[in-house]
């Protein structure tokens, strides 16, 4: 994909347009950048020092519709005028993972799922760093993949791949892939179509032969449903489970250990692995599995399983105050993500839920919410259908307007041995900038208690 002398535009200049940009400099395109938004000081002072050409707040269209080549932010639906033009003439659209593709010579560990995938992907990643692999962290996480393509010079990386990223991924190829759970979310994209979302998380095993590994849950029905359809490419499938005993190539988890059955068998206790829940405990089986497929020593495993940070504002702990405790779950944007921090809930709980619903059914969590939850406070401009589900389910349900207001209700209603937990299962435009600034102010309100 040389491109001497051809035009690359880029749309959207946020981390991973921009490092689109930088790669595409470095292998001789002529580069155009343009966002329909604002493009931070940071951002266009990188362009500027590379001499990359760049527009904000609109897009020119006689400059995007002269592209030889398309890359498109993830966040930019196919339903926008622009884009539809540039399919309509012809002009190839991809993503900057694919475009990284196109020069990368190491090997990747891609993963994906509706749930768990950051968790995965940073477990994975601390995995290869303690076993002394040169690795790289990139993908929806971390640092733009092509900008790493472009400047440094890793041997593996670990990628979190969105749906929306592979959507616009054709030729790319994992090494090892992960597909960790499907579930509703973001249907709005898929045009209320549960099939295509499942389709969009498949291109992520779809250019992979017999030389790769394709890691899945095994029970997730919609999962082994689209499995059987791939056997026919002849990848090396290890699927884990909680459910079912697995032998090699498989892994699996009792009530008191996690058992890795590749090449050797591994097997450690469930309580000395640092992430605790069920939903938790996949994420470890799936990750053990692509370390034991490279060869990585069961000490490294075991060590890296037994010390691992989670990524912040995920079922993080933030405090105990006075006994209660206070975990921090604001990238928990839909109901299966909550539903999942419920489930691991081992004390009495005060619920702060609420924010921009994406069409959430609250009933699915009305069992978990029976048997773990003492208290509801709601976190959002409109609480209604919150209130409605669970109004004669849980005694106490009352409203904050802010996460210094949330803390203190929780503060109130939790005592000493329980827990308060937010985990919003949904978005937090209405009163927070993003769900990092909505889980900042509440670990600042826990703090001040």
Known sequence: MKGEGRNLVVLGAGESGVGAAILGIKQDWNVFVSDFGAITAEFQEELNSRQISWEEKKHTAEKVLAADLVIKSPGIPDTVPMIQQLKKQGTKIISEIEFAGYYNTAKTICITGSNGKTTTTMLTYHILQKAEVNVGLAGNIGKSFAKQVAEENFDWYVLELSSFQLDDMHEFRADIAMILNISPDHLDRYDYNMQNYVDSKFRIAQNQTANDWLIYNLDDELIVKEINTL????????????????EEPGAYATKEQVIINIKEPFIMSIHDLALKGKHN?????ASGLAARILDIRKDTVRDSFADF??????????AKVHGIEFINDSKATNINSTWFALESMEHPTVWIVGGVDKGNDYTELMDLVKEKVKAIICLGTDNRKIIDTFTGVVENIVEASSAMEAVAYGYRLAQKDETVLLSPSCASFDLFENYEDRGNQFKEAVRSL
């Open 309 to 318: 940070v989670n990524v912040e504002h995920r079922l993080e702990f933030v």
């Open 281 to 285: 405990t996949q994420n470890t089986l």
């Open 231 to 246: 056997k026919k490419q002849g990848i090396q499938l290890a699927p884990f489970s909680i459910q079912h005993m697995l």
